[in-house]
């Protein structure tokens, strides 16, 4: 069975995929599994799936999800639920499951060691399928609780991340002109990062569009003056500095 959360909820299985239709149910799943082969106490589970209005008997009605739950993920052949009750909670054991963020991780981590070792081509290839895990917002409509929340934070920055890497394997590729256009997206969805700035500017001034590099620097000059009172990050003031000059180091390698 396999586990995917990069995106809605779901359960894949010979079958196919299943989704859970009952919010709560789908909150204790997700927490459960953000959390694999850890124990999830008893009361991070309810302020998860209750914040701060808890029903009466609490408990049993947790105990009812629980149950529930485990019939959901109930298997012909399964010997054992995946669901396991400890002292303080419960914990989802994977054993021999899978769960999409582990694969992530692993394609991410060879991508990057790919990366270090000079290997951009095998660093594309591993982020691009890293990358392809994902089938939108990470647990997409799930309720927020804290371990929901950050868990989702991480896995965004993580996300980004991958995406800023694969950007650079391209640059050191020289396939500068396949990511201009992404990284305007980028630069437009998040307006704070400055990597993406500077991958961006580098990328225009190899396609020997000068002016339109500067022109983004500009850009990200005045949107982080007018959000945070700051001015650019050092790199990317240095980066400016060398495409005044037209720097030919930054024709080979990444800023």
């Not at 998860?48 to 009605?61: F, K, S, T």
Request: glycine share 6%; hydrophobic share 40%; aromatic share 8%.
């Amino acid at each position: 069975m396999r586990y995917e959360i990069l995106g809605r909820l779901r359960v894949v299985d010979d079958e196919g995929a299943t989704s859970l239709t009952a919010r709560k149910m789908e909150t204790l799943l997700a927490v459960l599994l953000g959390r694999a082969d850890q124990v999830v106490t008893t009361d991070q589970l309810i302020t998860e799936i209750w914040g701060d209005r808890p029903p009466q008997r609490v408990n049993a009605a947790l105990h009812v999800y629980i149950s529930q739950l485990r019939k959901f993920l109930d298997r012909p052949g399964r010997r054992a639920s995946p669901i396991v009750t400890r002292p303080q909670g419960y914990l989802l054991h994977l054993g021999e499951d899978t769960l999409d963020v582990n694969d992530f991780q692993r394609k991410v981590n060879r991508g990057r060691e790919a990366a270090q070792r000079g290997r951009h081509e095998e660093a594309v290839a591993q982020f691009e399928a890293a990358l392809a895990l994902w089938r939108g917002r990470a647990l997409n409509d799930v309720q927020d609780g804290p371990i929901l929340y950050w868990y989702v934070t991480w896995l965004e920055e993580a996300r980004l991340e991958c995406v800023e890497m694969l950007n650079d394997a391209y640059l050191m590729l020289s396939r500068h002109r396949e990511v201009v256009g992404r990284l305007y997206v980028l630069t437009g969805e998040h307006p704070l990062r400055e990597s993406f700035y500077r991958q961006l500017m580098l990328a225009l001034f190899r396609s020997e569009r000068q002016a339109d590099a500067l022109k983004v620097y500009q850009h990200a000059r005045e949107r982080l003056n007018a959000e945070l009172g700051l001015e650019p990050c050092r790199p990317l003031r240095e980066l400016q500095g060398a495409i005044l000059r037209g720097d030919e180091l930054l024709k080979h390698t990444v800023a």
